[in-house]
C-alpha cells in the first residue's frame, strides 16, 4: 500500500468515527427530569441563557439555537454526575474562549471529585478536553449552540443602547 492510499484510507477511517460520535449525540434532553417534564425542560433552558447572557468574563450573547442536555455524553453514571454534566453542558452550549473552556472543565473535574472516585474525575476531564475540542464538528463540542467553526470565539453581548 502507498503511502497516499495509507493517508487516505487513514483519512476515511477518523471521518467515519467523527461521523458515527456525532450521531450519538443528541439534539433533545435525553436526562429526567427535562425530556419528559416540559416545564422542567423550559426551566433549565432558561437558567443556561441566563448564565450565558451573564458570561464567565462579562455579558454574552447567548447561542442561536435552544439549550439541550444528555448530561455525560458519552458516559455512563448512577445519576451522580448528572448535576455536574448539566453545569458543565451549559457552559459548553454557550461557549467562549480557551480559558474559559479551561475553567469549566477543571469544574467539572472538581464536582466529579467530590462525588465519584479520583480516576472517574481524572478520566472525565481527559475526555472532555480532547473530545470537547471545538474543531470537532459535534453536537457536545465547546460551543455547540453556536454554529460550528473550528476555534475559539469571545460571542460578546452587543452594547446596550442608553
Not at 423550559?42 to 435552544?66: D, K, L, W, Y
Not at 479551561?102 to 472517574?120: E, F, I, M, Q, T
Amino acid at each position: 500500500m502507498s503511502a497516499g492510499s495509507r493517508v487516505r484510507l487513514r483519512t476515511i477511517v477518523w471521518l467515519a468515527l467523527a461521523a458515527a460520535v456525532a450521531g450519538c449525540a443528541p439534539t433533545r434532553h435525553t436526562i429526567e427530569p427535562y425530556r419528559s417534564h416540559p416545564a422542567a425542560g423550559a426551566s433549565i433552558e432558561a437558567r443556561a441563557e441566563a448564565i450565558c447572557e451573564q458570561g464567565f468574563v462579562g455579558p454574552r450573547t447567548p447561542p442561536e439555537t435552544r439549550f439541550v442536555t444528555d448530561g455525560c455524553s458519552l458516559w455512563l453514571d448512577d445519576g451522580w454526575g448528572e448535576p455536574c454534566c448539566v453545569e458543565h453542558d451549559i457552559r459548553y452550549w454557550c461557549g467562549g474562549g480557551a480559558k474559559e473552556r479551561r475553567a469549566a472543565d477543571a469544574s467539572l473535574r472538581a464536582c466529579v471529585d467530590a462525588n465519584a472516585p479520583g480516576w472517574v474525575a481524572e478520566m472525565m476531564w481527559l475526555g472532555v478536553r480532547v473530545g470537547g475540542h471545538p474543531i470537532f464538528p459535534t453536537p457536545y463540542r465547546w460551543g455547540y449552540g453556536r454554529a460550528y467553526r473550528p476555534w475559539y470565539g469571545e460571542y460578546s453581548a452587543p452594547p446596550h443602547e442608553p
